[in-house]
């Protein structure tokens, strides 16, 4: 016997109807490519996103075609993430960071017919548009008086032309809500991008996953600035689930410097905010060197790599702020993990909360996880034994876009789980503790060194900027750690100073043999340290003791 409820599809133009209906004159807020504030509500946001729909049936395009963006966090953007999807169309959004041999492949693979850009990325553009023979219309996000004149691609159209021409009366159309819905590649550390392909119900469901208190946690009361880019994983899907709360959003377009972020927060009264460690690193040290406080904050969510415990106790003890730190990846939409105590554990002393809170946390309904064995056996949730952290859920991925095979893997009772290329430990009460990648993982004398933990004790030191734990190979031990620094400017530490900090925190044999300090260390597109890389740059490191 089936249920008497309405079957409304999961689409993406709910949330869009939501918001203009329901939120209307709730605000969004822009800091725009031109420089200026630019200030409109979600009853605009409707209105433009629907002339773009009108826009991309006059331009021809087909259900399920690809329009590709090369944005900052903005409203155009966010106009683009609901008229592309919600008129059932792939919003395929396109890391700048990239490389432009690889922004050209995505956009090949993708078979992008649409892309719009910010003018910020017209060298990308100008570089690669005779490259990508599936583009119809090149679209530069400005008014026709900012157009550049001679950039030399054809035909190149400015969004507000484009989409001014067009009327604000237009119906979303009713699909499957398995249609897709957007399109995000991996930033490709490992050969050749894969893509990501959510469907409506995926993102519609995620959405309501990171509303939730214990994720994202996003209110109608809430003035919420994602810094994390919507041009990587949908800013964690906070443009949907703020469609889906009415929250205010304020968007900090290309300016995410600490003092720039800070200016917004404040100008904006922003009670929430979103980002990656390096940023919030930025935010922090401006507002420490400067005396600052934040009169509005709350809560911000950190992830997309380890958020060192130290900035996450400053953030509380000296700003009343609370960093929750989450896990989050392509394939999973992103959100996998966030970490907010448990009701069990509020009297717990203070030290034994911060390492709970950092930990990326337990797992929000809608993603199963565990740690299997190299056999692909379950390993025991006690908070100490490793294993490869393995998924499954309605918006994680079950295959990649146009690639041969299933990632997946099945367990013991048949079930398919989506290895994560993470290693993990994960806790009784549920809490999941990444130690590395499992491409960067360190194996000294049979025993897995956690790099992370390593790095994060050397952050902790005021002149450290950044650091980075590699596996040295040694003959004995197979490989012993180094980490390798770069100083803040203007300060100095000494090797001895970093390995001091060591004592009392690891066990004497995963403490680093060696402190490296390098000018710089490379950064994948997504912000992420790029080992293998430094590992190349350092293959003629020799160990102190060799
Ligand atoms: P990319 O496209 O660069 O792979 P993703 O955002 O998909 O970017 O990266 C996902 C990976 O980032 C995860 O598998 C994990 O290794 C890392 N990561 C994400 N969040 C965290 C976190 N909070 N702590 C440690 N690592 C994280």
Redesign the pocket.
């Given at each position: 016997m089936l249920g008497l409820m309405q079957d409304q599809p999961l689409l993406i133009s709910a949330l869009m109807d939501h918001a203009e209906r329901h939120h209307g004159t709730t605000e969004l807020v822009s800091r725009r490519v031109e420089g200026d504030i630019h200030r409109y509500t979600y009853k605009d946001l409707a209105a433009r996103s629907k002339q773009l729909a009108n826009a991309l049936d006059h331009a021809g395009l087909k259900q399920s075609d690809r329009v590709a963006s090369i944005a900052w966090n903005g409203y155009r953007h966010m106009e683009l993430y609901f008229g592309v999807s919600g008129s059932g169309r792939v919003m395929h959004t396109i890391?700048p960071r990239m490389h432009p041999t690889q922004i050209t492949w995505v956009m090949n693979h993708a078979e992008d017919q649409v892309v719009c850009f910010d003018t910020t990325f017209l060298p990308i553009v100008q570089a690669i548009h005779a490259k990508c023979p599936t583009v119809k219309h090149w679209v530069a996000l400005c008014d026709a008086d900012k157009l550049p004149s001679d950039s030399g691609v054809p035909g190149l159209l400015s969004y507000e032309t484009w989409i001014g021409a067009e009327s604000a009366d237009y119906t979303w159309p009713t699909f499957d809500e398995n249609l897709a819905a957007g399109l995000?590649?991996?930033?490709?550390?490992t050969g050749d991008?894969k893509g990501a392909l959510y469907s409506h119900r995926s993102t519609v469901l995620h959405a309501y996953g990171a509303a939730l208190p214990d994720t994202v946690g996003l209110s109608a009361s809430d003035s919420v600035l994602p810094v994390v880019p919507m041009f990587?994983?949908n800013a964690w899907g906070i443009p949907y689930a703020a469609a889906l709360s009415g929250c205010k959003l304020v968007f900090p377009g290309p300016a995410m410097d600490g003092k720039s972020i800070y200016e917004l927060m404040e100008a904006e009264r922003v009670t929430f905010a979103a980002g990656v460690p390096t940023i919030w690193q930025m935010l922090l040290s401006h507002v420490q060197n400067n005396n600052l406080h934040f009169s509005t904050l709350k809560r911000t969510i950190?992830?997309?790599?380890?958020?060192p415990l130290s900035m996450q106790v400053a953030f509380e003890k000296d700003y009343g702020v609370t960093a929750v730190?989450?896990?989050?990846?392509?394939?999973?939409s992103?959100l996998?993990t966030a970490a907010q105590l448990k009701n069990s554990q509020l009297g717990l002393p203070d030290e034994q909360k911060h390492q709970i809170l950092n930990t990326?946390g337990r797992a929000v309904f809608g993603v199963d996880m565990k740690i299997v064995g190299d056999d692909g056996k379950d390993r025991p949730w006690d908070g100490k034994s490793f294993g490869d952290l393995w998924v499954r859920g309605p918006w994680v991925a079950s295959a990649y876009f146009k690639r041969e095979g299933s990632p997946l893997k099945t367990d013991e009772h048949g079930r398919k789980w989506f290895p994560?290329?993470?290693v993990a430990t994960i806790d009784h009460d549920g809490f999941m503790r990444?130690t590395d990648?499992s491409k960067d993982v360190i194996k000294s004398g049979g025993e897995w060194i956690s790099s992370?933990d390593i790095e994060n004790i050397a952050v902790s030191h005021p002149a450290v900027a950044i650091a980075a734990c590699i596996g040295i190979p040694h003959p004995k031990w197979d490989e012993r750690p180094i980490v390798v620094v770069v100083k803040k400017p203007g300060k100095e530490v000494t090797k001895e100073e970093i390995l001091a900090l060591y004592p009392g925190k690891l066990a004497k044999w995963q403490i680093p043999d060696d402190v490296v300090f390098v000018k710089e260390i490379p950064l994948?597109?997504?912000g992420?340290i790029q080992k293998r890389k430094l590992r190349e740059e350092l293959k003629d490191y020799k160990l102190p003791e060799l």
């Open positions: 890391n995000c590649y991996t930033s490709g550390t991008p990587h994983v950190i992830g997309g790599s380890a958020l730190h989450a896990w989050s990846m392509t394939e999973t992103p996998g990326q994560t290329g993470d990444i990648r992370i994948g597109a997504t992420k």
